[in-house]
């Protein structure tokens, strides 16, 4: 088997695709517009021509290809449905698609946060753990469970999704609609729309000067930027979305006994700003007897984790995927 395998990231806004060597990690990667607004026929032509680029590099062809999606993934990991910021795609079937265009042995779809946290079980923050749960904090709020570094994948392929975990059942609501999620607070528009409501109590707040007045402009990026120069109000709505997220952990761990968190994804850039209130309150949250070791660790690889991750969906498969 070749010790080389594609990895594709697949965003509502930009598809990334890598390839990767299986010991030393990305030796050439790629990053263009999704275009998804045009469809998926034409979202599938464009990860096609992707994928055929990474495979010309390979010096002695590929092992398989492995692709991270956002939506819901078939329990056969071939097919995505209702992916979020992909107008038009009911279910596709990416598996068939590259695999008849591309002629490789295997093509592994599997949902985007599982591959994060794949990658980051053999390649970043989770290697030193056999079991961890991850957490990406972006656009939305994604979670998997890694145990035994393979993901747990629950009965149909849809365990992990951490950030529909309630907090508050009267709470903000979701993009999945469920109340008081903790994506409801921490999903990058949710957390900029606290932070512009509770600014009123901070007139003198730097972050005013930070968006030249203009508040539609704040994000989770001008909170930290506010941290870092000692600001009350960036320190203060980071704590505040620290303090959510080591709640909502704590329900996690108290279900599952995992006691390691590993937290990527683009809102984790503000490091301990936002991790370490999540690390006293996880604390509080988690019963008794499962509050040793306690571990809540930053993923600092960003979007490489997850073509990691994607080509080790390809590298583990024992066998090419079913069609």
């Not at 590929?62 to 038009?88: C, F, H, Y």
């Not at 729309?193 to 508040?215: K, Q």
Request: hydrophobic share 40%; charged share 20%.
């Amino acid at each position: 088997m070749s010790t080389y395998a594609i990895g594709i990231d697949l965003g509502g806004t930009n598809l990334k695709a890598a390839l990767v060597e299986q010991e030393r990690g990305v030796r050439e990667h790629i990053e263009r517009p999704t275009e998804a607004d045009e469809g998926p026929e034409h979202v599938v032509e464009r990860l096609i021509d992707a994928a055929r680029e990474m495979k010309r590099q390979a010096p002695d062809g590929v092992a398989g290809i492995g692709i991270g999606s956002p939506g819901a993934i078939n329990w056969d990991r071939t097919t995505v449905s209702d992916p979020p910021n992909l107008p038009g795609w009911t279910s596709v079937n990416l598996h068939d698609a590259l695999q008849s265009a591309l002629n490789v042995p295997v093509v592994v779809v599997e949902n985007d946060a599982n591959v994060a946290g794949l990658g980051s079980a053999h390649y970043g923050a989770g290697t030193p753990y056999d079991d961890f749960i991850m957490i990406t904090l972006g656009t939305g709020v994604g979670g998997a469970i890694i145990y035994q570094n393979q993901i747990f994948r629950g009965s149909s392929g849809g365990a992990g999704e951490i950030g529909h975990l309630t907090i508050d059942y009267e709470g903000a609501y979701a993009n999945s609609g469920v109340a008081g999620a903790l994506e409801g607070y921490l999903g990058q528009s949710f957390l900029s729309e606290h932070a512009r409501a509770r600014l009123v109590n901070y007139p003198d707040s730097c972050i005013y000067d930070l968006v030249d007045g203009d508040l539609s402009a704040l994000t989770p990026r001008t909170l930290y930027e506010a941290a870092t120069r000692d600001d009350e109000a960036g320190i203060d709505l980071l704590a505040w979305a620290g303090h959510k997220l080591g709640c909502g952990l704590g329900a996690a761990v108290n279900l599952l006994d995992i006691r390691t968190v590993v937290v990527g994804g683009g809102v984790s850039a503000a490091g301990d700003y936002i991790l370490e209130p999540a690390r006293k309150a996880l604390a509080h949250y988690v019963v008794p007897a499962l509050r040793d070791d306690l571990v809540i660790a930053r993923e600092t690889m960003g979007n490489e984790v997850s073509l990691l991750g994607a080509a080790r969906l390809a590298f583990d498969a024992d066998e090419p995927s079913p069609s």
